[in-house]
């Protein structure tokens, strides 16, 4: 089965048939929301909305422990990270997908392990390439299939939020060979690598990173929905035909 967390922009799936919703409670405490189930063109998936269904829960404060401990006990086994985030290399305009193949963690004070170093043995995952290279694979498949063009591997910078970045530290993310900027991808992909879950994101550049293009005295937030609103659009496509045999 298919995890899908969705981000800003996604909070629903509108090509998903429902088939039921479950509140799951994890060790970790609540998940963003309700476990919406049910089916995308060919294959069964399981939504959540990373940021709750009503887009309350700012990316400092997801329990990404809940939400990856319950998609996995659901029966998921492989996730697609949709996640909206800035564009810092000049060709990752708004609107653009891409699908990052590197990341660079700059969260803080987050959650960011299954091992509380009360039960077992401590495990240090290896996280040299930390989203799968199969689920990438078929998503930029998928892409193809459905003719969206799809950006293959791009640095994702982890930023903390909820505040955008200053100027100068999209310089300074630039100059340590970040692509795009997020606030969601850390902890999670590395949560995600704990419980041997193949993930993978799918990301949708909303809008120049601060300092860059249209972003150069501010970012522009009126145009970010209607950015957004397009591609995400395409990613439903493109979710619509990752169906694997
Ligand atoms: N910075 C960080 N996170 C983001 C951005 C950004 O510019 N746009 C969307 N998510």
Redesign the pocket.
Known sequence: MLGIIG??GLTQLANLDVSHREVVRTPYGEPSGPLTFGRIGCQKVVFVARHGYGHTIP?HLVNYRANLHALHNVGVRRIVSV?????IRGDLRPGALVVPHQIIDYTWGREMSFQSGTDGPVVHIDFTEPYDAALRRQILAAAGRAGESVHDGAVY?A?Q?PR??SAAE?NRLESDGTDI????GMPEAALARELELPYAALCV??????GRGD?VTG?QFEN?EAVLHEAMGRVRTILEGMCTS
Not at 83 to 87: E, F, L, N, Q
Not at 205 to 210: D, K, L, P, R, S
């Open positions: 981000g800003s990316p996640a909206s985030v800035g564009g910078a930023t939020g955008l970045e999209i900027v997020g606030m969601t550049v909303a809008n120049w990173a601060a972003s970012i970010l």
